[in-house]
């Protein structure tokens, strides 16, 4: 059935293809978004259909709409990027959520938050699961992202407890593909462009640190899953892909699939950067029935491929 659905963030990375999604599967949706990191570019193509609306506006401030589902996007997921304005981003994190809640209860909406594998910090349980509490440094310069988003879960966890509010709380790990910003500062965009342009490919610390990479189909099939999931169940669900590779593995992976002659160079490791890092999905396995289908080569071709036609 047709629902009208807003999504925060909307003009961003994930939020753009998000839209795209929805408005494919047949719903209306409204876009809304302040163009910190997100930019008019990657919904134009969506602005000539009638059941897409774009609208300029901070989760900061409060925002009022009559909607089915609201997906709660909006904030800066790029370490450069919520460490710009680090108190901003503890306030589009926790303002945001209050904000999207509030309208969440009074119009009966279903609202799901997009929160992070950073909850978990610097992990030591690994793989995570999503009983495992996290080992985040509250005090530290991730802290503004990492504890913003933990106090967004207990927000959410707390309107679903006391007001019934009808809530969903996706955890994504480390997301690439196209349309993400060149400089969004990411390693996955880094890399690409850095090999595109024959320059050094920066490898923060000795590379050895891992991450597990999901293609952004992937991802929000896993997202949308969730949304329309039984009632009752909240999550926090992992979703991500659980192949871990280290940091040097993409790098070499990505000079092999550019045919680029980047030669390696190592920069100081950002502090509390995670070491390790690998989603347990067998959470979303049973409650979504979903798992990841592109593998990382897959997905990297298809993302050096949008990297080529913009560069
Ligand atoms: P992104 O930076 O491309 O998108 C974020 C969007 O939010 C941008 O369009 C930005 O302009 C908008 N925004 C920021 N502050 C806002 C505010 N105060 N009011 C309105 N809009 C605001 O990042 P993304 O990768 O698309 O991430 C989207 C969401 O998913 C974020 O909440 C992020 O924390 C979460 N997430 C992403 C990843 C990933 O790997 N891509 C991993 C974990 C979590
Ligand atoms: N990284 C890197 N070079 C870069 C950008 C990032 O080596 O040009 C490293 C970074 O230190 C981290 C990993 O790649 O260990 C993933 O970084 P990203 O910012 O993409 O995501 P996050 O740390 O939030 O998972």
Request: proline share 5%.
């Amino acid at each position: 059935m047709k629902k009208k659905i807003l999504v925060t963030g909307g003009a961003g990375f994930l939020g753009s293809h998000l839209c795209e999604k929805l408005l494919n599967e047949g719903n209306e949706v409204v876009c809304l978004d302040n163009y910190f990191t997100g930019q008019k570019k990657n919904v134009i193509h969506l602005l000539n259909n009638p059941y897409f609306e774009l609208i300029r506006h901070d989760v900061t401030m409060p925002f009022f709409i009559e909607v089915d589902q609201i997906y709660n996007l909006a904030c800066p997921a790029s370490p450069i990027h919520y460490q710009y304005n680090g108190i901003k981003t503890i306030k589009t994190s926790v303002m945001g959520a209050i904000n999207m809640l509030g309208l969440a209860k009074r119009i009966k909406a279903r609202v799901l938050q997009a929160s992070t594998s950073e909850v978990y910090g610097d992990p030591s349980v690994h793989p995570q699961v999503e009983e495992y509490w996290g080992n985040v440094n509250p005090i530290g310069e991730r802290a503004c992202y990492d504890e913003g988003k933990r106090c967004a879960e207990a927000l959410f966890m707390n309107y679903h407890r006391q007001n019934n509010v009808d809530i969903k709380i996706i955890r994504i790990f480390n997301t690439y593909g196209p349309r993400m910003h060149p400089n969004d500062g990411r390693v996955v965009s880094n890399f690409i462009v850095q090999a595109l342009k024959g320059e050094d490919i920066t490898i923060y610390g000795d590379g050895s640190q891992t991450r597990s990479f999901c293609y952004v189909d992937d991802l929000l099939n896993g997202m949308v899953k969730l949304m329309n999931s039984r009632d009752g169940f909240v999550g926090p669900v992992n979703v991500g892909n659980p192949n871990e590779f280290t940091i040097k593995e993409l790098a070499n992976k990505v000079i092999e699939l550019t045919n680029s002659k980047s030669k390696l160079i190592t920069m100081p490791l950002p502090s509390d950067d995670p070491l390790q890092r690998k989603p347990d999905i067998s959470l979303a396995k049973k409650e979504l029935d979903w798992e990841p289908k592109v593998q990382l080569e897959e997905g990297l071709k298809k993302t050096i491929e949008y990297f080529q036609s913009i560069i």
